[in-house]
């Protein structure tokens, strides 16, 4: 298919701004025709000029931007079907899903392409919204939910089809990595770790579904709902996170070979989070911010990723991947 793509963004925060940013500096063949915030719009049928935009709202709310047009709804921007993809960014929320998940099933009832970051709608509502997407015959991706930059779900569905998977084991939060990580090499304590975390900028607003492990689980049913055709629910997943993993006792794992990881395991009858020991020699044993998936295939044998699962530019990357892959 040669023509170029119209995109709508739904959200405008740090990985909205990267995606537009990137699709600027890298020039790529994709038409930005509207972005909406919470409270107003900027749409231009014939592409918004991204030069003037991110120079006009470096720091600021969308709302400042002088083209925003404050009486432009998200509903109105996704009833106008203005893009051929609409890229859903709000924030996720995990009890219901919302703003997103209305957002996303408007889209796909208009019979328009989406593809989203957010956790909230693919972990409540996945199975709907496949459905959903199917009947309307449109694509529904969402790469950038598990693992950010590494690939996962599109590696499976698109490298290893007829693979049957066995299981699935590795690091799915960045956040918690960093922590355990650190508390390895210096025996730092854990809220003053957590803090750095935080300024990183990968922790979620609330660092309790860090360390708790709510965002590993989360990631967690996307891939077994995915993966084991599970109609999975946070309910299911049985999960321990690391608040209480103490820096003498990451350390004495460290002397005896072995490193501390919020270990995620999926498989057809195990859904789960928990601190673990992994060899150091183990592919599994990332440092920092990483995240890393060991499959287990029938054909392939295993398989094992390593990337960054949060971070502006390497999230927008992996949405920008999945809107290139409806282009192609
Ligand atoms: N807080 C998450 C992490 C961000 O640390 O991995 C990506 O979902």
Redesign the pocket.
């Given at each position: 298919m040669v023509f170029t793509l119209k995109i709508c963004i739904i959200g405008f925060g740090t990985v909205g701004r990267g995606i537009v940013e990137l699709i600027h500096k890298k020039n790529l063949d994709i038409e930005v025709v509207g972005i909406c915030a919470r409270n107003c719009c900027v749409y231009d049928r014939n592409g918004i000029n991204l030069e003037h935009l991110i120079k006009n709202t470096a720091g600021l709310p969308l709302e400042k931007y002088p083209k925003a047009d404050m009486a432009l709804d998200t509903d109105k921007m996704i009833d106008t079907k203005c893009a051929d993809v609409y890229v859903e960014l709000t924030p996720t929320n995990i009890d219901h899903g919302e703003p997103g998940y209305s957002f996303i099933k408007r889209i796909l009832s208009n019979s328009c392409h989406v593809v989203t970051s957010n956790k909230g709608p693919m972990v409540l509502h996945s199975r709907e919204l496949k459905q959903l997407a199917k009947k309307n015959n449109v694509e529904l991706l969402y790469e950038a939910t598990v693992g950010?930059a590494m690939p996962v779900l599109n590696l499976v569905r698109e490298n290893l089809r007829g693979n049957s998977i066995q299981s699935i084991r590795g690091i799915l939060?960045?956040?918690t990595n960093y922590i355990l990580t650190r508390m390895a090499a210096e025996g730092a304590p854990f809220a003053q770790i957590l803090k750095e975390a935080q300024e990183l900028g990968?922790?979620?607003k609330d660092p309790a579904y860090?360390v708790d492990g709510i965002?590993a689980a989360a990631k967690a049913v996307i891939i077994a709902n995915e993966f084991f055709s599970k109609d999975s629910g946070m309910k299911d997943v049985d999960m321990t996170g690391i608040t209480r993993i103490t820096p003498e006792f990451v350390s004495l794992a460290g002397k005896n070979g072995f490193s501390v990881k919020l270990i995620v395991e999926v498989s057809d009858n195990v859904l789960r989070v928990a601190p673990r020991l992994i060899k150091k020699s183990h592919p599994l044993a990332v440092d920092g911010t990483l995240n890393a998936l060991n499959l287990k295939l029938d054909m392939a044998g295993e398989v094992t990723v390593v990337g960054y699962?949060?971070g502006k530019y390497e999230t927008a990357g992996a949405v920008i991947s999945d809107i290139l892959s409806i282009k192609n």
């Open positions: 950010g939060n960045g956040t990968i922790a979620e860090d965002d699962g949060a």
